[in-house]
């Protein structure tokens, strides 16, 4: 059950209220169960009126006045905003403030400007009557641009003429919702606009009111405490409708957000189906056996994605939350694993795989620190410490550089009395049965005066800085003025890394972001921002002068660190937590900050966590750039879906998102029952029934406390004939001939729907149930297919389309004569899925002749007998027919005929014989002619016979 929320009043007339005219007054709030409604007079203790609506049908100007309406239910009563209501009357004497507009709405953040101009008489009594000073005011009469700070730097007068009195809010605030009204003072009386301008400001936010399943479509509507007309809504940044509610087909590129009507930019947070997911693995490193690992899965969804866990090819999810925790992993474990993101518009998955190896690690990359972060005295008292992650633990080593034999062994190396000679560069070198790995050198010096007055001094020889901070490296050179005599002047300085190059010439590492600080001569100081992990190294100052140059040894050792914070111990249904500040600097550096507050100072802090605290370490003088802060679980958001009436049978969804570090688990429980439901952020009733309804409640909990929320569900015993039914096809790529296909089919029903496939224009059904599965598909199965859902109430049908690819069938290939017997045409066909193209060779030549479906060969000659090939060929495969074609000579007088032959190797043996005849006969007659000169034929009339044969 709820409180009624605070009420929004609605009036049916947005313009000037003229006397006589009516006026209704709306009053809405969302509550359960219902609310009713009682009106009120600003200053007046009875009640006006009660019911939904208040209305006036001869309003006068003594009705004038601030109204405002209380909701109340069984659960508490709830007051509106004050709403003013005034008869728009001419002021005496000229005396009047004209508003463009009495009622204005804009989201929080935008900007508004409410018009309006002001007129007086010239004169008075026959006095010249001057404006002295004029101003807007909310509730006492004081300028907004004096009144508080509250209005700093966000009030703006914009009068352009005389007359006008415009006033501009900017960055509008929730709290600056009141009666605006503009105030003017002359030389002899003064005079306030009435009845002023109501000015609400609202947030803006869209809820789902219905999601459809497997569904994307979804209806929405736009939340604000603004006139139901003044709403538009916009998909990836473009208008698409108007009004309070919308529904929408969901895609995944779909960014859907509801705004004000002249402020499009100040959109609601958008909606849209999850993104794809980024998903990880904890340690990114080599996986050893008996090792912890988390998958983690993050992705960018609104509302807040769900997220479901699988090994491919395993139907039984292993985590409904985003991650998936392996406490002591088995290398038969390895595999690829897939993320499922969903929420209520639509999901999208990610997949990894990891490889679980039985193999022990060599050392990493040892750490070493100094017991000392000031300069070294002679004499002083020096630890060195190294340190690696390794399996099995590793020895240590160290060693001088430039030096062959070891100085020590042990993780740790101490000197006592520590003199110039021991002065240089240390590093240690960590070893275990699987490998070993050195150390970076660490310079460790005797602060001594150089000679001849040469000389660099370093404010601090070690720093440590977290990643994203600045560092100032302070230090001052000395050096003599005559060297032997002659004047010694600086000509250039500059600090290093490694080789003597000018750190801002040295790379685009460092653009940007290296500045000299040098404000007097012998001032040397570096300034380093947006510090980086990488940007960790020994940086030195040097100075070249015109008669020598000289390097500040040993240089300044920076590190830079990622700050994080582990908790060591926390105490079962307590809030107190031990909180260890993770980091590559010396333990007395870091410090500790509760809701922004030094609270404490080292490596460690013990702390009782109560809801409202944050918890983070910095580094001392970097407390601007502390660690993620850790927190109790804050108050979890609960919801249901769908978010309209509940059904008996449909699926539902408690839904249960909070902000938590670390991150919380979910736990439900229905109100007076022990046994928890579920431990996930969501709970989920796959067919709920009536007796399930009830107050049900979420505890998020984490090391450092625990809260919860509760909601309330009503189920309803109605039941529903099928809904339209959703069909899919699997793969939803493209479909090749002889792959396994199969098509599905939901419907929305109660009781659940049965279903039946059909093959349009086939009478027969395919088979029964929701999935069809087209073991080994072939070019005969592409068509219409249509899945029947059906139950006692009624039935309802939806059809889907199945195209398959395959390579070209064996092609028909033939040969016709022109009416004029000059040309033969050769026709090739073959089906095909997608289309095919066409190629013709002739036997023993490498160059196509011609490609499309026909190829015309004129008269040219006995040359063009052969072998003629058509290859057909799609994306799918090829295939290819073989023609034989004869071309001869019937007469020399009758040039141009052509005919075609096919069928067996009998039929071309007789064409063959036919042809020999008529070539005799054509020998003969040609005889004849050559006695005769002037009748010599033309050989370039020749004419011919085709056969063909298919191969």
């Keep these: 059950m709820d409180a009624p929320k605070v009420p929004l009043v609605l009036m049916s007339s947005s313009g000037e209220i003229m006397k006589g005219s009516s006026v209704t007054l709306t009053c809405s709030s969302d509550a359960n169960p219902a609310a009713t409604y009682t009106w009120y007079k600003e200053n007046e203790d009875s009640p006006n009126a009660s019911g939904q609506t208040f209305a006036t049908t001869d309003f006068r100007a003594e009705h004038s006045g601030n109204y405002y309406c209380e909701a109340q239910n069984t659960r508490g009563r709830q007051k509106s905003t004050s709403h003013p209501v005034f008869v728009a009357v001419a002021h005496s004497q000229n005396w009047d403030v004209t508003y463009t507009q009495l009622r204005m709405c804009g989201p929080k953040g935008s900007a508004v400007d409410m018009n309006c101009s002001y007129t007086y008489p010239a004169e008075v009594h026959g006095k010249e009557n001057i404006v002295q000073t004029k101003f807007w005011y909310v509730g006492r009469k004081e300028d907004l641009q004096r009144k508080s700070s509250s209005y700093e730097g966000r009030v703006h007068y914009d009068w352009h003429y005389d007359s006008d009195c415009t006033l501009r809010i900017t960055d509008l ?242 000197t006592t009395d520590f003199r110039a000679e021991h002065s240089g560069n240390y590093y240690c070198e960590a070893q275990n049965t699987r490998g070993r790995q050195k150390s970076t050198s660490h310079p460790v010096f005797v602060a001594v005066a150089h000679s001849q007055n040469w000389d660099v001094t370093y404010t601090q020889l070690r720093m440590c800085g977290p990643k994203g901070s600045a560092v100032d490296m302070n230090c001052s050179y000395t050096y003599p003025a005559e060297v032997h005599g002659k004047e010694n002047i600086v000509q250039t300085k500059f600090w290093y890394v490694g080789r003597k190059e000018d750190l801002q010439r040295k790379s685009s590492s460092y653009e940007g972001r290296v500045h000299y600080d040098w404000h007097y001569d012998s001032d040397c100081t570096l300034r380093i921002t947006d510090l980086r992990v990488e940007d960790s190294a020994v940086y030195k100052f040097r100075f070249i002068t015109n008669l020598d140059k000289f390097s500040g040894e040993p240089g300044v050792t920076l590190t830079v660190t990622v700050i994080d914070i582990r908790i060591t111990s926390a105490g079962g249904s307590s809030t107190k937590a031990e909180l260890r500040c993770e980091s590559h600097c010396s333990p007395d550096d870091h410090v500790w900050l509760k809701n922004g507050q030094q609270v404490s100072e080292g490596i460690t802090y013990r702390h009782n966590f109560q809801p409202e605290d944050n918890i983070c370490c910095a580094l001392k003088g970097h407390e601007d750039h502390c660690s993620p802060s850790l927190y109790a679980p804050k108050l979890p958001s609960v919801s249901v879906s769908p978010s309209a009436e509940i059904v008996e049978g449909s699926s539902v969804n408690l839904t249960c998102n909070g902000e938590a570090n670390p991150a919380a688990t979910y736990t439900w429980f229905k109100v007076n029952d022990r046994d928890p439901l579920s431990q996930t952020p969501q709970l989920n009733f796959r067919s709920i029934r009536s007796s399930e309804s009830g107050q049900y409640s979420c505890t998020a909990t984490n090391a450092l406390g625990n809260t919860s929320s509760s909601i309330y569900i009503n189920v309803k015993c109605e039941r529903d004939a099928p809904k339209l039914p959703s069909v899919s096809v699997s793969p939803s790529a493209e479909i090749v001939e002889g792959s396994s296909v199969n098509l599905t089919c939901s419907s929305d029903a109660n009781p659940v729907a049965n279903y039946t496939w059909y093959k349009e224009n086939e009478e027969q059904p395919l088979g029964p149930g929701s999935i069809y599965n087209l073991a080994s598909i072939s070019s005969e199965d592409k068509g219409n297919y249509c899945c029947k859902s059906e139950n006692k109430h009624g039935q309802s049908s939806s059809f889907l389309f199945i195209s398959v690819q395959y390579a070209p069938k064996l092609p028909s290939v033939s040969g016709s004569v022109s009416g004029e017997g000059s040309s033969v045409t050769l026709t090739c066909s073959s089906d095909a899925n997608p289309a095919a193209n066409y190629t013709w060779y002739k036997e023993n030549e490498d160059s196509p002749k011609a490609s499309g479906q026909t190829f015309t060969i004129s008269d040219d000659g006995h040359e063009q007998s052969g072998n003629y090939q058509c290859k057909v060929q799609n994306s799918r495969g090829h295939h290819s027919s073989t023609l034989h074609l004869v071309v001869v000579q019937i007469s020399p007088e009758d040039p141009g005929v052509w005919k075609t032959v096919a069928g067996t190797v009998i039929a071309i043996l007789l064409v063959v014989l036919i042809i020999s005849i008529t070539l005799w006969n054509w020998k003969k007659t040609t005889s004849r002619q050559q006695t005769e000169p002037t009748e010599r034929p033309d050989e370039s009339a020749q004419v011919g016979k085709t056969s063909s044969s298919t191969k």
């Design 173 to 414: 605030r929730v709290e600056d919702s009141a009666v605006y009204k503009f105030r003017f003072i002359t030389n002899l009386d003064k005079f306030s606009g009435e009845p002023g301008v109501t000015l609400t400001v609202t947030v803006i936010d869209i809820r789902i009111t219905s999601a459809g399943g497997s569904s994307t479509k979804a209806e929405l509507r736009c939340e604000s405490h603004c006139s139901p007309d003044d709403h538009v809504w916009l998909k990836n940044g473009q208008q698409v409708s108007e009004g309070i509610t919308y529904r929408h087909n969901f895609q995944p590129e779909d960014n859907i957000c509801c705004a004000l009507k002249g402020h499009e930019d100040h959109c609601s947070p958008s909606l849209y189906a999850p993104k794809l997911p980024s998903v990880s693995v904890s340690p990114s490193a080599e996986i050893v056996e008996g090792s912890s690992v988390n998958l983690t899965c993050n992705g960018e969804a609104n509302p807040a994605a769900t997220y479901t866990w699988f090994k491919v090819n395993d139907r039984d999810p292993l985590s409904q939350t985003p991650q998936l925790n392996f406490r002591s992993i088995r290398s038969s474990e390895s595999g690829q694993y897939s993320c499922t993101a969903t929420n209520a518009l639509g999901n999208t998955s990610s997949s990894i795989y990891i490889n679980v190896k039985c193999e022990r690690d060599a050392p990493k990359v040892p750490l070493v620190l100094m017991s000392s972060s000031g300069e070294i005295m002679k004499g002083s008292s020096v630890t060195l410490t190294c340190s690696s992650d390794a399996n099995p633990a590793a020895t240590y080593t160290w060693y001088k550089e430039n030096e062959d034999s070891p100085n020590a062994s042990g993780q740790t190396f101490a």
